[in-house]
């Protein structure tokens, strides 16, 4: 399996996006005011602009909502309902696999980029793949949520090649034997091993070759283009590079705005602003190169409908992602792709 070191990539972006966490709060009753008063968290640090958290934040706000909804099982009832595209770049990198052994080596080489605390690792042996999932700053806490969301991901994802009523053979947490196992044994299967000192799963390596039906290979070939050529420039300390590179990942949600990559890079807006305009650019322009070069890219090289390609970059309708595209290259979506053929 593909494997990419951390060194680098966690000096630029660290925490987690929680989008897809706080939407599934609110649709159930629970809103930032009361996340803040709970846990006693301030504005600055929880608020509607906020799209990333600190690990350790993210964590507390995702077992305390566990308790306050009376459900030990929330990490998987999310799980089971949360939708691709809210996990941005990395999102669309996977619902676009072609196999589910692509899809392993694409939650192994990115997830790595874009929650650098977090990590699956995929090795196979004597027919047997196994996943080891890692938090690296969740040591000896209570992580049972994230643990049962991360894995719930993964298992639901596989299950729309092998089928809904697919499990793994084993499941190894390093959490206590939870009172009631029902929940776990719909999803992980019955053969459930708790107080572990990894978290794992274990799945027939045949699994891997199965198809993923909803895989675009050319849109994926895209995707990993313009995420690996940033990504190849990392170690760079050229700022543009890494303001391209976060744009990138986060393409699609609202991770990519100013205010989050500022706090990625650990710096003010003003002074995200300040040091762009002393290389001759700005952030919108930044941003806009970045999505219409995947735009593009799209448009040629794939089937894939512009209604489609305009979700994928974040655009809930078409006729503005239309606007943007004319008012940039002259043309709409439409016109470039047939002057392209």
Not at 42 to 62: D, G, K, M, V, W
Not at 107 to 132: K, M, N
Not at 229 to 244: A, E, G, N, W, Y
Request: charged letters at 20%.
């Amino acid at each position: 399996m593909l494997c990419m070191p951390d060194n680098n990539l966690q000096a630029t972006k660290s925490g987690i996006p929680v989008n897809w966490l706080f939407k599934s709060l609110m649709d159930k009753g629970i809103d930032l005011q009361e996340i803040r008063e709970s846990l006693q968290l301030n504005e600055a640090e929880i608020n509607p602009s906020t799209r990333i958290l600190p690990t350790l934040t993210y964590n507390r706000i995702f077992e305390w909502a566990a308790a306050r909804t009376q459900d030990p099982d929330l990490g998987i009832h999310i799980a089971e309902k949360v939708e691709p595209n809210q996990f941005g770049m990395l999102g669309y990198l996977a619902s676009n696999a072609p196999t589910v052994g692509d899809l392993c080596d694409i939650v192994e080489r990115y997830q790595r980029v874009f929650t650098p605390d977090f990590s699956h690792t995929f090795t196979s042996t004597e027919g047997v793949c196994q996943c080891l999932y890692e938090e690296a700053l969740l040591a000896n806490i209570d992580s049972r949520q994230d643990t049962d969301f991360s894995f719930g991901i993964l298992i639901t994802t596989i299950r729309l090649a092998a089928g809904e009523s697919w499990c793994p053979l084993r499941c190894d947490f390093t959490y206590p034997k939870p009172e009631k196992l029902d929940n776990l044994q719909r999803l992980f299967g019955s053969d459930l091993h708790f107080e572990q000192p990894a978290n794992k799963i274990y799945f027939s390596d045949e699994v891997l070759s199965l198809t993923m039906p909803s895989g675009d290979a050319n849109l994926l070939a895209i995707l990993m283009q313009q995420a690996n050529q940033l990504l190849d420039q990392l170690s760079s300390k050229d700022l543009i590079r890494h303001v391209k590179f976060l744009i990138t990942t986060g393409i699609g949600d609202d991770s990519s705005s100013a205010e989050n990559i500022a706090k990625h890079l650990n710096m003010s807006v003003r002074t995200l602003n300040r040091q762009l305009k002393e290389r001759n650019i700005n952030f919108r322009e930044l941003r806009n190169g970045v999505v219409i070069n995947v735009a593009k890219d799209a448009l040629i090289n794939t089937d894939s409908s512009i209604t489609d390609i305009a979700l994928m970059l974040g655009y809930s309708e078409t006729s503005a992602f239309d606007r943007f595209f004319k008012r940039l290259t002259g043309q709409t979506p439409l016109q470039y792709r047939k002057s392209a053929l």
